[in-house]
């Protein structure tokens, strides 16, 4: 049976996709308020340089050398803030994340250009105090920002200033209907009428007068949320059917339909196919993430060293044992590699019943506590990074005995070894962080693996990585 479709959406196109907020008031505002950012950086680069010698010095010295460091920091974070789409007038209602963002993006664009000055060798005279004095009024004039789009866009969305699109949805008559609606809501669709077809209805689905009664007439489109694979013959009358108005009509699958098609899209003959595993990368793929492995991790050592001193001292000081932690973990193809940590607990377990850390584990030392909330305690993995066993972005690797146990239960799971394992991936900034309790919450954590491996390229990798810090700031799920 051929399924008439008149435009296939998986889950994240119908309500993660570029769709959000339609019209021109959303690339107004993401236009405007990434210029905002960048003037209130660039003029703290400069106004916190003048105020600072002029109270430390009495005298108003030559902010050019400011206003430079300025322009590159403004155009770090903007770019950074860009990458995680943190500008979009929906994520702008957000003034926690936004918050997040900032305190995570601010100092790691301060970092990378003390780390440029130090690698390239660069004379230059840089007051301390003035970096900070331009650091905390970057931070007020930034917060200040979210607090005035804060309330403009709340007042902007009571006005109906943002257009949206009148939706009819048609589902299941079993289906629950509010996620849908609540995400729907987030791409500038309102569900204005809801159609529910029951199994083995299928006079309801193929008659025009019925959809005129749940109101196709007053809206713009239809949108067809499909999960039940059991009655495929109602949804294939109901396209039929609605071929008959003169409105778009989307189709949105769940299950492992909706899996599949998120697959990259390709043209066999006359038909689409959907790639659902990526072939192994290529030659210069591996390159060039090799590349920016080896650059990203001397980097990050040399400006994180003051802090890996600090926690080795400080977990000296809090218990006997090690200041380092090895446990064996497989890596690419299978291949078994020592990875190193920052001993965070009492014991340091690398057998085959190896326990997972739970909330409140009497077994994690103060320090550990900390760390591991943190993720301080991954920070010595920069060196299984050099070594090649390991990258900066990738699927996190497990313990020998956990790796036996889900790779028993979940197919996929071995899929994750295609590629390196990583410090961070693509399922530690979706919340797959932290201890796995159940099988579903390991299966989550595999298809957003999966995901990433089928998705790869270096800006999903450098967009991961800038996700991460505002993640790691969040402490969701680690302990």
Known sequence: MTIPVEQNWGPHLSVKSDRKWFGFHSIAITCIAAAFDFVVLLAASAAGHLFYEQMTYGTLADPSRYIGIGLLVATIFVLAMFSVHAYRPSEMFSFRRQLLLIVAFLPA???????????????????????????????????????FWYRYLNRAMARAVFPTRRVLLVCPGAMSTEPVVQRAALSGLSVEHTMRISEGDHSLASTSDAYVKSGIGDVDEVLVAWSDYGNLRALEECLNTLRQF???????FGGVVGDVVEGFAQTVGERRVFQTHRPPLELYERGLKRAFDIAFSIAALVVMFPICAAVAVAIKLDSPGPIFFAQSRKGYNGRT???????????MENAADVRQATRNDPRV???????????????????????GDMSVVGPRPHALA??????????QYASRRHVKPGLTGWAQ????????????????????DIWYINNWSLWLDVKIVFMTMGTVIGRHNAY
């Open 337 to 347: 590699f020592r990875i190193l940590k920052f001993r965070s607990m009492s014991v």
């Open 246 to 252: 003169c409105v778009p009509v989307n189709v949105m």
């Open 365 to 387: 030392t103060r320090v550990g506590g900390f760390i591991r909330s943190t993720s301080l305690d991954e920070l010595p993995q920069f060196w299984n990074v050099l070594q």
């Open 109 to 147: 664009a301060l970092f990378f250009l003390f780390a440029v000055i130090l690698f390239l060798k660069i004379d230059m005279a840089i007051s301390l105090g003035a970096i900070v004095t331009s650091a905390a009024l970057s931070l007020s004039g930034l917060t200040a920002l979210r607090l």
């Open 402 to 411: 956990h790796d036996d146990l889900y790779g028993a239960l979940i197919a």
């Open 429 to 448: 900034i979706n919340g797959c962080r932290g201890e796995t309790p159940t099988v579903d919450r390991m299966v989550d954590r595999v298809r957003h």
